[in-house]
């Protein structure tokens, strides 16, 4: 059983900069993609991140060239680094992590992933 657990959420003021990172517990050898989703209140989840073993990068539009995800695979942590935070970044923001395979398409979509952690708050202040 696959277990993801984020830390490093919290508050932050507008144009600021935070660190979030993602254990991985669990049988993850062959874990070959991860990403990051993230949801605000009263919208659905989406994808923002998204990386495969390889190392290669997917991103979305709201986000490219602000955020960086990047992965220590011998650590099985997972991280996305965050800078010039927006107001419209305030979000729950999710893990998750599949075998595959997955489509350059469905490495951003929720439907693309069967393991998810638990979520951690990014609140950004005006």
């Known amino acids: 059983q696959v277990q993801l657990v984020e830390s490093g959420g919290g508050s932050v003021q507008t144009g600021g900069s935070l660190r979030l990172s993602c254990a991985a517990v669990?049988?993850?050898?062959?874990?070959?993609?991860m990403a990051w989703f993230r949801q605000a209140p009263g919208k659905e989840r989406g994808g923002i991140a998204a990386?495969?073993?390889?190392?290669?990068?997917t991103y979305a539009d709201s986000v490219k060239g602000r955020f960086t995800i990047s992965q220590d695979n011998a650590k099985n942590t997972l991280y996305l680094q965050m800078a010039s935070l927006q107001p419209e970044d305030t979000a729950i923001y999710y893990c998750a992590a599949d075998y595959g395979p997955l489509s350059l398409l469905a490495r951003l979509l929720v439907a693309g992933y069967k393991y998810w952690g638990q979520g951690t708050q990014v609140t950004v202040s005006s």
């Open positions: 669990g049988y993850t050898d062959s874990m070959y993609y």
């Open positions: 990386i495969d073993r390889d190392g290669r990068t």
